[in-house]
């Protein structure tokens, strides 16, 4: 994750480079062991240091390329409350949205999938997106392991946008796990200088694609505004949303707001004026409508997905029961009603019998 984000890359003359190569600090906190597991405690812990800490470590961003199932609704989970209380210190929280969006058995895709923190209201909550490896993005398509909205118990409409998660290739350790178990992951390191690198897919992958992003939203606003400005992690996720690129024939419960669009989003940013008084033009150049990608224009969603309403302009270590908490095909059934399709109808459902420990996506 450290290097899809920030790896400088010139051990592979840039062919491999983080998104924001250029940050300054990277601040890693353990919270799971050699094998990718780990307890909620010990992220609520991790999170509640940072909190603890802001001032000293100047925290804007966390990414938490991790989840576990949801157990209870969002307003009496503690992790997706330390959370929010990140979002309200304004920093911003990157979640991964889990790989339960096909039955590793049947194949058959599923809904309902999203994992805890991931249905934390203000989290902005990342799918995957499956580029083919392609600079086009007219085949880009959302991965079928991704999760899938809406989030168990408040039927919030997540993941907020899908993000590169497939096949994506970046520095891990020699000695790690990943590698020594998993050799057949390493991407050929002759010409890297002997540092490792493997592929991976995840959305976990997904999620430091797009702190990469975030980060350069951040850099971008703050130099438009002579370091006078400052961005909530509120504004940031819906620049994302209204930026994104919607994918043809994919449901909101999917894709979110759409793929994720770079461009789009460090423009608007960089666009925006915060120091201004409440009340008053945001804007202070337009922001555009569309973004140039491999010589092609691309009209941006404009529109922003909150909570359960539209507003139009690896390895896992899981308990073996979480599965049966998804559900599998098109249809979803929400409390005591029958969703078909793309037709979404809110309500309640209880859930019973889900246990495991947090784990890498």
Known sequence: MAGLIANDGRATSSLYRGVAPNIQCLLSLRVLDEQGAGY??????????ILTNQKQA????????????????AAQDPLVQAVEAAVRAGIVVVVSAGNYGVDRDTGTEGYAGITSPGNAPSAITVGALDTLLTDSRDDDVVA????????WYDAYAKPDIVAPGSAIVATTSIDGSILLENPHLEVETI????LPHVRLSGTSMATAVTTGVVAHMIHAHARSTNQQGRLTP????????YSALPMLGMDPLTQGAGGLNGDGAVRLAASIDSTVDPGMWWLAVPGGESSAISGQDYMWSQRIIWGD????GDRLIWGNDYNDSVVWGDRLIWGNRLVW?????????????????IGVQ
């Open 40 to 49: 909620t405690s010990d992220v609520i812990r991790a999170i509640l240091w």
């Open 58 to 73: 100047e925290v804007d961003i966390i990414n938490l390329s991790l989840g576990h199932p949801i157990f209870e609704p």
């Open 144 to 151: 079928r392991y991704s999760s899938r909205g809406p989030t």
């Open 191 to 194: 010409w890297f200088k002997g």
């Open 234 to 241: 509120n504004a940031i996720k819906a620049l994302l949303h």
């Open 309 to 312: 309403r539209l507003v139009w």
């Open 341 to 357: 399709g793309d037709r979404l109808i809110w309500g309640n459902l209880d859930d019973d019998g889900i246990s495991g420990m």
